[in-house]
């Protein structure tokens, strides 16, 4: 027996939280500073703490089956902060590969040179021939007033991301909350449940009320709130906000003409619907059809949580194999919309208590893949379930490809994907016999792929994607906001084009 191991492996730990700790201004000033976001692998590393961004390190290595340590990182922090980008997204474990693939065996650290040479090799284009100022200068002005109309359970997830990326004073501005006044102490309830939620945990910050001045201010955020029955009613150039994306959270209304409402409001200028839209107004999907969004399209919709998880998977399924025909079942958690218990709903079954029962309903995603990538129109169907947890659900979608499939390599092609492509901040690969929804809660993809799940016959393959309809949902219409602001940051490593192993 190895006496010693005990303490090796305890000062091992504590010299990698030392190492963690070094990081943390590194992180802090690249954001703060250059409006600089470092990830690994989509997980975010602003405001971690040692022990988080150790854990991050620790799904790095599970992620791409190589180590990447603390060091490493420091290494290409170091680098990215001599090279001096302009505002974009920097994925850390992915710079580490290609500085790896470079000088294979020789550690990041050695030749500072040739790391800052990879970094700027990813950078071109974006640097501006080294006038940086003059790019992060462009981005300061194009920041944008953002109003939530409703604030709901999607809208106090918005209000979140949205405070979380103002950090740095650059990109999306929240300036505002629409809702109806509920009681005499509205303002206060408003603020403890952005502070506190049953399923996301507390607000991380503080939160200060000010009711004479009508305001919440959370982590320097100050945030008008502006009571309304109707649109018709705000003037929010009253409260200086103007060139304001409306974000409806609300869900009264759905097609063109009813959201137009909105555009009457002094201070208004655009209209995003977090719901399916109707009739003419499109449905985006970030990553399948934002690069759609046009100056001119002032009315548009970020669609529902089923069709953000399900359209990249499908999407890249059908890039690789195509989609004959299929159909998605959902297994959703109960909304709001559903009765605690048993009352009247003008809607079937939903009358029956949500608490109690699994509910058949139906669901319009399947047919609402189709806005947003219309080669797959008329090929799908689509049923719900609706199942008696408070968040996460899952799309089974069992489909009919165009060639045969086999497993492992229909796995290995959608892990890369989640990896390396142009739909890696939507897709999600676990492939872990354990997880469970809750595994899922705070999830920033639109849909996670469970590899061990996965069942391929030939051409007939059933593919589970489990989705955090509340958070991973919110972080979809976020990436659409900065779409329509022009403020979404440019992602680096540059996406690649991936296909399957065999061809």
């Known amino acids: 027996m190895n006496t010693t191991s005990y303490e090796d492996h305890q000062r091992r730990w504590i ?42 390190h620790a799904y790095a290595a599970e992620a791409e089956g190589v180590e990447l340590s603390v060091t490493e990182s420091a ?62 200068d462009e981005v300061l002005e194009r920041g944008r007033d953002v109003v939530l109309y409703g604030f709901g359970r999607i809208g106090r997830l918005l209000a979140r991301i949205l405070i ?9 501005r929240l300036r505002a909350i629409v809702a109806r006044r509920g009681s005499p102490d509205d303002l206060v309830k408003r603020a403890s449940l952005l502070a506190r939620d049953s399923v996301h945990g507390p607000f991380d910050g503080t939160i200060e009320v000010d009711e004479q001045a009508g305001t919440i201010t959370a982590n320097g955020t100050v945030i008008q709130v502006i009571y309304a029955n109707d649109p018709s009613e705000v003037d929010y150039e009253a409260f200086g906000i103007v060139d304001a994306i409306v974000v409806d959270n609300t869900g009264r209304w759905r097609d063109r003409e009813q959201l137009s409402r909105h555009l009457a409001s002094p201070g208004a200028s655009r209209v995003l619907l977090t719901a399916p839209g109707s009739g003419d107004v499109p449905n985006i999907v970030h990553g399948i059809n934002h690069d759609s969004i046009a100056d001119d399209d002032v009315i ?20 690789a194999y195509g989609v004959v025909r299929g159909h998605v079942e959902t297994v959703h958690s109960f909304t709001n919309d559903q009765n605690l218990i048993d009352n009247f709903h003008s809607g079937d079954r939903r009358g029956r208590s949500a608490a109690l029962n699994m509910v058949i309903t139906e669901t319009g995603a399947a047919k609402a893949v189709a806005k947003a990538l219309p080669a797959l129109a008329g090929r799908l169907t689509g049923s719900a379930i609706r199942v008696p947890t408070p968040d996460v659900s899952l799309a089974i979608l069992n489909l009919r490809l165009g060639r045969r499939a086999d497993r492992a390599e229909l796995n290995g092609y959608l892990r890369e994907v989640s990896r390396h492509s142009a739909l890696r901040q939507q897709v999600d690969f676990v492939d872990s016999p354990e997880l469970v929804s809750t595994d899922i809660v705070g999830s920033n ?6 590899g061990q799940a996965t ?18 949902y919110a972080c979809q219409v976020v990436r659409v906001i900065e779409a329509m602001a022009g403020t979404h940051p440019v992602v680096v490593p540059r996406r690649r084009e991936v296909t399957l192993a065999s061809g």
């Open 164 to 172: 979380a990326h103002a950090g740095n004073g650059r990109g999306p």
């Open 75 to 136: 290494a290409l922090l170091r680098a990215i902060t001599r090279v001096a980008p302009p505002p974009a997204s920097l994925d850390v474990a992915r710079l580490a590969r290609l500085a790896a693939a470079e000088r294979p065996g020789e550690p990041l650290g050695d030749d500072p040179a040739a790391l800052d040479a990879v970094i700027r090799a990813e950078l071109r284009g974006v640097l501006r021939g080294g006038d940086t100022d003059v790019a992060i």
């Open 445 to 450: 993809r639109a849909g996670v792929v469970d």
């Open 455 to 472: 069942i391929a016959d030939a051409e007939d393959v059933v593919v589970y994607v489990w989705y955090d309809n509340e958070f991973g």
């Open 15 to 56: 010299r990698n939280v030392e190492q963690a700790e070094r990081i943390i201004p590194l992180i802090g000033s690249l954001y703060r500073d250059r409006g600089v976001v470092t990830s690994i692998h989509g997980r975010r590393l602003i405001n971690l703490s040692a022990v988080d961004l150790l854990r991050v």
């Open 300 to 319: 548009l919709s970020a669609a529902s949580c089923t069709t953000n998880a399900i359209t990249p998977v499908l999407k890249a399924l059908d890039d």
